[in-house]
């Protein structure tokens, strides 16, 4: 089945420790995307990549990091510099990028700060 | 910059009932939007994509129309049933600042059996 995943589906950070979420995607997509969802608001981008090697801010990428080496995979660090990380986090990918194309979404991690 | 607004923020039928969720935007600059299904603690799940050349699509029961000019979309849902609970959010794909897609808040819909 081609599709998204992100994995953990939940996780626990005390303050001060960085931690991992991990997203991958087999539907040979170039473009993948971090979003970060908070209770009774809309989706805010944290980061995105067009292209393996590549990436760029969003509007919120303070206190966040991210790598693309495979196509396949775009891992989301939230670092200890984030003030507030707890939220769900959602992965998506396009064939293009920009949003030009209808995204798809994996399942989220609810990322929850002790 | 972009804004995308969905009103009411929660809304509540009984079966059976055809429902109107409404997406505005303020700026019409916009080259695409979209509508996702996301159930609760779930991702999203694209639900129509109207390209800003075209008035609407549908897909089953539900119909989404697009108005540019007054900033405006709705997606229509026939005959709604207790499996359409969830929250509907609109997304534009905008221009400014490069391609970006803008996400509302959303509506979050129960159907009652």
């Known amino acids: 089945d081609g599709g998204i995943t992100q994995s953990p589906k939940y996780l626990f950070r005390k303050e001060g420790q960085n931690v991992t979420l991990s997203c991958e995607q087999n539907?040979?997509?170039?473009?993948m995307y971090w979003y970060r969802q908070d209770p009774g608001q809309g989706l805010r981008l944290i980061y995105y990549?067009?292209?393996?090697?590549?990436?760029q801010k969003g509007d919120i990428a303070e206190g966040y990091s991210v790598s693309r080496e495979k196509k396949e995979s775009f891992p989301l660090t939230v670092t200890s510099a984030q003030k507030n990380p707890t939220a769900f986090y959602l992965c998506?990918?396009?064939?293009?990028?920009?949003?030009?194309?209808?995204?798809?979404f994996g399942p989220g991690t609810r990322l929850t700060v002790l | 910059k972009q804004e995308v607004t969905q009103i009411p923020a929660a809304l509540s039928v009984p079966e059976g009932e055809n429902l109107v969720l409404n997406c505005s935007f303020t700026?019409?600059?916009?080259?695409?939007l979209q509508w996702f299904r996301q159930d609760p603690g779930k991702g999203l799940t694209s639900l129509l994509l109207?390209?800003?050349?075209?008035r609407e699509q549908t897909s089953g029961r539900l119909n989404a129309s697009l108005d540019k000019s007054s900033g405006r979309s709705t997606l229509y849902i026939a005959a709604s049933q207790s499996g359409d609970s969830a929250t509907y959010l609109c997304?534009?794909?905008?221009?400014?600042?490069?391609?970006?897609?803008?996400f509302g808040a959303g509506t979050r819909l129960f159907v009652k059996a």
């Open positions: 700026d019409s600059a916009i080259y695409n």
């Open positions: 998506a990918s396009s064939m293009t990028s920009g949003g030009r194309d209808t995204q798809y």
């Open positions: 539907l040979n997509h170039d473009a």
């Open positions: 109207i390209q800003s050349s075209q």
């Open positions: 997304a534009v794909g905008d221009y400014t600042g490069g391609f970006k897609t803008i």
């Open positions: 990549s067009q292209i393996v090697n590549d990436f």
